[in-house]
């Protein structure tokens, strides 16, 4: 009743159980038209008050303690809760990776205290290969991942040598130089179109001061989207190649189709590569649809350029002219790629380390998958060849490693080595052996 008494009082009228018995007619109105205008007036009061915020229960009896628990950095309070290197050391005598092959207890006892300053630590780099053993056979993957540029310095110790035994190349104090003139390829333009059908060049690329995919946070990966999104952009003004960036989540069934698309395998997910899938997840299309740009899937950037025909020239020369534009682009934003200078380009994956450079070439092989030298062939070429899901005689040949020369070096390595398949395939197919046409080491 006292905001209302003042209120009143504020009015010029008495309380409303007070009035005197010999007031009129017209006073009664009065005071009901102020009886009124006084709930207005308290209603308008109350409505500006500043109300005090709910309080939980369960919260304000706990509110002090929980407070007490939260330092102002949580990271800086990170205890790991491990016993000693040798009592972590995993088990290996079933996995075929090279990570397995190449990690010992020694080893595995220098790096275990080591952190790189974003946090990663040395179970981080090897958890790939504890995830996917291999089945047994030669090592097919290099069985680790970086999860940021620092850790190629960090863990050079244990990096280095799964370098060097993946891409058969020794580690010296430079990286061979990069070597992006198309120009100096020879031999490319006779590749029988019978059996060359498809070729593709792609490269990838890690940005550097940003963790790599598998150890990054959300708002990195939405940072590194945008970015992509202005490099992409320049390049479609300053470059005159139109094209569109597609969020993945916007794509339908029919484009993921056409792009080959497939949703994150369960080993991308264990490993962490596939957290908050499809999010800040896109792909950049140009309008001749000579160039796709992958951001943030595999690696930060994917540059793929895909022909179907054998004219592994103009794919490579796509790829690299517009890597070397985007490149300059990101070097503005002061965000440059990855690089060190004993290794070259560096990604999340050792195996892509160097030039991080791809040439696949699809052929039309029926008899040369059959024989019992192709093996030691495609060894010594410096080749992989794999059967597709397309066609039974159909088969993928891409260069085995991206380190130790440079982008045309191993383009030319690719194309020598198609040739020299092709020819195989053709004694072949004439009853004839192919023992004289095997090559020296490459």
Same mark, same amino acid.
């Given at each position: 009743?006292?905001?209302? $008494?003042?209120?009143?009082?504020? +009015?010029?009228?008495?309380?409303?159980?007070?009035?005197? %018995?010999? !007031?009129?007619?017209? @006073? /009664?109105?009065?005071?009901?038209?102020?009886?009124?205008?006084?709930?207005?007036?308290?209603?308008?009061?109350?409505?500006?008050?500043?109300?005090?915020?709910?309080?939980?229960?369960?919260?304000?009896?706990? $509110?002090?303690?929980?407070?007490? +628990?939260?330092?102002?950095?949580?990271?800086?309070?990170? %205890?790991? !809760?491990?016993?000693? @290197? /040798?009592?972590?050391?995993p088990d290996l005598s079933r996995n075929s990776t090279w990570m397995a092959r190449i990690l010992t207890p020694a080893m595995y006892r220098r790096q275990f205290h080591?952190?790189?300053?974003?946090?990663?630590?040395?179970?981080?780099?090897?958890?790939?290969?504890?995830?996917?053993?291999?089945?047994?056979?030669?090592?097919?993957?290099?069985?680790?991942?970086?999860?940021?540029?620092?850790?190629?310095?960090?863990?050079?110790?244990?990096?280095d040598r799964v370098i060097e035994a993946h891409h058969q190349h020794e580690i010296t104090g430079q990286a061979p130089e990069g070597d992006f003139n198309y120009d100096n390829l020879k031999g490319t333009c006779d590749l029988d179109s019978s059996y060359a059908v498809r070729c593709e060049a792609s490269v990838v690329r890690g940005v550097e001061d940003f963790c790599f995919p598998t150890h990054c946070s959300r708002g990195e990966r939405r940072q590194l989207l945008a970015l992509a999104r202005g490099a992409l952009l320049r390049l479609e003004e300053e470059e005159q190649l139109p094209g569109r960036l597609?969020?993945?989540?916007?794509?339908?069934?029919?484009?993921?189709?056409?792009?080959?698309?497939?949703?994150?395998?369960?080993?991308?997910?264990?490993?962490?590569?596939?957290?908050?899938?499809?999010?800040?997840?896109?792909?950049?299309?140009?309008e001749d649809g000579s160039l796709v740009v992958w951001v943030n899937v595999d690696d930060h950037l994917r540059l793929v350029s895909t022909r179907d025909d054998g004219n592994i020239v103009e794919a490579f020369k796509c790829v690299c002219v517009n890597l070397q534009k985007l490149e300059g682009f990101y070097r503005e934003l002061r965000h440059p790629f990855a690089?060190?200078?004993?290794?070259?380009?560096?990604?999340?994956?050792?195996?892509?380390?160097?030039?991080?450079?791809?040439?696949?070439?699809?052929?039309?092989?029926?008899?040369?998958?059959?024989?019992?030298?192709?093996?030691?062939?495609?060894?010594?070429?410096?080749?992989?060849?794999?059967?597709?899901?397309?066609?039974?005689?159909?088969?993928?040949v891409s260069n085995a490693a991206t380190f130790g020369r440079s982008e045309?070096?191993?383009?030319?390595?690719?194309?020598?080595g198609v040739k020299l398949l092709v020819a195989m395939e053709r004694r072949l197919e004439g009853g004839r052996d192919i023992d004289e046409l095997v090559p020296a080491q490459k």
């Open positions: 009743m006292e905001p209302e $008494r003042k209120v009143m009082n504020r +009015l010029g009228v008495d309380e409303v159980g007070g009035a005197s %018995h010999g !007031r009129s007619h017209k @006073a /009664d109105e009065q005071l009901g038209t102020n009886s009124t205008i006084l709930r207005a007036i308290v209603a308008a009061d109350d409505m500006w008050k500043v109300k005090p915020p709910i309080a939980f229960p369960m919260e304000t009896r706990y $509110r002090t303690i929980l407070e007490s +628990l939260v330092p102002p950095d949580p990271m800086s309070r990170l %205890h790991l !809760r491990r016993l000693s @290197a /040798d009592e972590e050391f080591r952190c790189t300053q974003s946090g990663v630590i040395f179970d981080d780099v090897i958890r790939p290969g504890l995830e996917e053993p291999g089945d047994g056979s030669a090592p097919e993957s290099v069985g680790c991942v970086a999860g940021d540029a620092q850790c190629y310095v960090l863990f050079c110790d244990f990096f597609h969020p993945l989540e916007e794509l339908d069934q029919a484009q993921q189709w056409e792009l080959n698309l497939e949703p994150p395998s369960a080993s991308r997910l264990r490993i962490g590569a596939a957290r908050d899938w499809p999010d800040a997840r896109a792909v950049w299309v140009s690089w060190k200078q004993q290794l070259g380009w560096v990604s999340s994956s050792p195996a892509d380390v160097g030039t991080g450079l791809r040439i696949r070439v699809d052929l039309r092989l029926r008899h040369l998958p059959g024989h019992k030298r192709l093996q030691d062939v495609l060894s010594r070429l410096r080749v992989r060849m794999h059967a597709t899901t397309e066609s039974p005689a159909l088969y993928c045309v070096g191993l383009t030319q390595l690719v194309v020598d």
